[in-house]
């Protein structure tokens, strides 16, 4: 199996939370901000985008990997302190390469926080679309 770097689940939590806020606030946010007026007139259903936001803001943790596999810099560059700023980078790579076993479980708990993601996005969206039903339900009526 392949490592699951527990800075990639980190960061799918922080989106996923900015994600709920978000859901939970919509309304007062379309009353308040013109932002959230405009994302409205533009795409109603704009909320639906939510898991691309959730991966966007995952891929965050990944940059100072990235910026190694370009070589745009050196790994030992990309392992500085300056690269805890994405999702505590340098740390979590410190602690897989120096003590397995908390890596072992690090990698655990990530799969497990990914799988708990997927599966609230997912019952998010049946619950999303058992709204729509019901409200299309009672239109043809």
Same mark, same amino acid.
């Given at each position: 199996m392949p490592e699951k770097h527990f800075y990639f689940s980190v960061g799918a939590v922080v989106g996923s939370a900015v994600c709920v806020w978000v859901a939970k606030k919509r309304h007062a946010? &379309? %009353?308040?901000? *013109?932002?959230?007026q405009w994302l409205y007139r533009k795409e109603p259903n704009w909320f639906l985008y939510f898991p691309a936001v959730i991966f966007l803001v995952s891929l965050w943790g990944l940059i100072p990997d990235f910026i190694h596999a370009f070589g745009l810099m050196s790994k030992e560059q990309t392992r500085t302190g300056i690269f805890d700023i994405f999702? !505590?980078?340098t740390? !979590?790579?410190?602690?897989?390469?120096?003590?397995p076993t908390m890596d072992y479980y690090l990698n655990v708990l990530g799969e497990l926080l990914l799988v708990v993601i997927c599966l609230g *996005?997912? $019952?998010y969206y049946v619950l999303q679309i058992k709204k $729509?039903? &019901? &409200?299309?339900? %009672?239109g043809c009526r």
């Open positions: 946010l &379309r %009353k308040s901000s *013109v932002f959230f999702f !505590f980078h740390t !979590f790579e410190h602690i897989e390469n120096t003590n *996005v997912m $019952a $729509a039903v &019901r &409200r299309y339900q %009672k």
